[in-house]
């Protein structure tokens, strides 16, 4: 039987500047999980496998594939997904091309997509490829992933008009106690992130979470994290999964309110039972999705009430599932270009206040982090101080002096100015970060000045 020569392909989608750090090809929100198991079932078969991202010359890729599988995401970043698709057509002009993915399932029915499929000569799958599902991720193909990305279950039992999960993947599959263990072992990696949309609503939740604490690889244990979040409907509904959670060792827990602000009373017992299984109210977020039916005066209500209750905010800009473009700029201070982006003007938003709510959001998220134990609100230093806070981090320096502090010392404020030098160095052309954990001070001095002097960034 002939093998293929099989390309996966990840389009150059904008991925946030944060997942830039070594690669952004393998920020956890966005690992191309399906590639890896295409990779993983296509070698079983015995076939080369390739993974890129972007647009590769034939050299590059090493063999000229006569199979092509493109990935496609968020429904408004199709132009990049037909991008690639448009080169590997011209590159390799005999190639057969299948897409799959978000986009490809919610829009190949649509006119336009039609007409570019026809043009550029591709197959389509949609939904979940259920041969592919069965294997592991090949994370061969993407050294760098530290961590294991898998499902408890597929679909959802929730019809959120503004989600197309239930669309993706209209078929409920669970994984049990047993499959899920043994899958985990099998990675072999102490971090699990769950790409689950609603982890909680696998009937096996509660004995899969007793087990998870009890797993271990190379004696160590394991953290997890869901990075869609928890249905609080269902927590509340069952506040003993709470403690569960904790002790399995979930981190970054996260909770939705979505609708109306009479759900406040229902979303504060949520924050409770977590609060109560032992999770600090400032490291608890909750997803807002914005630029939707609740108008932008309701919102800053569910803001004022996260201020009130001490936890954070994830806002989520609404997009139309039939939208195929959006070109936001979040670094533009004053309003984007007329139709760049969708505006949802039915409930009263428009440009401004979608920066406003940002920036009310932002300055309330740093208010939680680094002020709210002092009692004190936001203020313009502490926009400074996260910064400063961040750089500290990349260098595993720990936490920084005080503003009060850094604006007397010069050394301090020289020091501060010199590793965000070399820390931009370090994420502009993607290099391991320096450890300078259990570093003394002068040690920390000496090897600064050590690699400034080495990459040439001495004044």
């Given at each position: 039987m002939k093998k293929d020569n099989v390309l996966l392909v990840e389009p150059n989608f904008p991925y946030p500047n944060k997942s830039k750090q070594g690669a952004n090809e393998i920020h956890k929100n966005f690992v191309p999980i399906s590639l890896l198991k295409f990779g993983a079932m296509h070698k079983n078969r015995g076939d080369q496998v390739k993974l890129v991202r972007g647009k590769k010359t034939l050299e590059e890729i090493g063999f000229k594939p006569n199979r092509i599988l493109v990935t496609s995401l968020f429904t408004y970043w199709s132009k990049y997904v037909w991008d690639v698709i448009e080169y590997y057509r011209k590159t390799f002009p005999e190639s057969e091309i299948w897409m799959g993915g978000i986009y490809a399932t919610l829009?190949?029915?649509?006119?336009?997509?039609?007409?570019?499929?026809?043009?550029?000569?591709?197959?389509?799958?949609?939904?979940?490829?259920?041969?592919?599902?069965?294997?592991?991720?090949?994370?061969?193909?993407?050294?760098?992933?530290?961590?294991?990305?898998?499902?408890?279950?597929?679909?959802?039992i929730r019809r959120c008009s503004f989600c197309g999960t239930w669309k993706i993947e209209p078929k409920l599959m669970h994984k049990d106690v047993?499959?899920?263990?043994?899958?985990?072992?099998?990675?072999?990696?102490?971090?699990?992130?769950?790409?689950?949309?609603?982890?909680?609503?696998?009937?096996?939740?509660?004995?899969?979470?007793?087990?998870?604490?009890?797993?271990?690889?190379?004696?160590?244990?394991?953290?997890?994290?869901?990075?869609?979040?928890?249905?609080?409907?269902?927590?509340?509904?069952?506040?003993?999964?709470?403690?569960?959670?904790?002790?399995?060792?979930f981190q970054n827990i996260r909770i939705a309110w979505d609708n109306l602000i009479d759900d406040r009373d229902s979303i504060k017992r949520q924050i409770d039972i977590l609060s109560k299984a032992g999770y600090a109210l400032k490291d608890t977020s909750v997803f807002m999705i914005y630029n939707f039916d609740i108008p932008y005066e309701i919102m800053l209500k569910k803001v004022k009430?996260?201020?009130?209750?001490?936890?954070?905010?994830?806002?989520?800009?609404?997009?139309?599932?039939?939208?195929?473009?959006?070109?936001?700029?979040?670094?533009?201070?004053?309003?984007?270009?007329?139709?760049s982006f969708y505006i949802h003007k039915q409930s009263g938003w428009t440009d401004k206040k979608i920066r406003d709510f940002r920036i009310t959001v932002r300055q309330h998220n740093i208010a939680i982090r680094y002020a709210k134990d002092k009692k004190i609100g936001y203020q313009n230093e502490m926009e400074k101080w996260s910064a400063i806070h961040n750089t500290y981090k990349f260098f595993s320096l720990g936490s920084p002096p005080?503003?009060?502090?850094?604006?007397?010392?010069?050394?301090?404020?020289?020091k501060i100015i010199l590793?965000?030098?070399?820390?931009?160095?370090?994420?502009?052309?993607?290099?391991?970060?320096?450890?300078?954990?259990?570093?003394?001070?002068?040690?920390?001095n000496h090897k600064t000045d050590f690699l400034l002097k080495k990459y040439d960034l001495v004044n």
């Open positions: 829009h190949s029915e649509t006119d336009k997509f039609k007409e570019l499929k026809k043009r550029f000569n591709i197959k389509v799958h949609r939904g979940v490829n259920e041969e592919a599902e069965k294997f592991l991720p090949d994370y061969t193909l993407i050294p760098k992933v530290e961590y294991h990305a898998t499902h408890m279950m597929r679909g959802c047993k499959c899920i263990s043994e899958e985990i072992l099998r990675a072999g990696k102490t971090k699990i992130i769950f790409y689950d949309n609603n982890l909680l609503a696998n009937p096996n939740i509660s004995e899969i979470l007793k087990e998870l604490p009890k797993l271990k690889i190379n004696g160590k244990r394991l953290s997890f994290e869901s990075q869609s979040g928890i249905d609080g409907r269902l927590l509340e509904a069952k506040p003993e999964l709470g403690p569960l959670l904790k002790k399995a060792g009430n996260c201020e009130k209750w001490g936890v954070q905010i994830i806002d989520c800009r609404y997009r139309p599932l039939d939208l195929d473009f959006d070109n936001y700029n979040p670094h533009l201070r004053k309003g984007q270009p007329a139709g005080q503003m009060s502090s850094i604006n007397k010392n010069k050394n301090i404020h020289k590793l965000n030098k070399l820390k931009n160095y370090y994420l502009r052309n993607k290099l391991k970060k320096p450890d300078f954990k259990n570093l003394k001070k002068k040690e920390i």
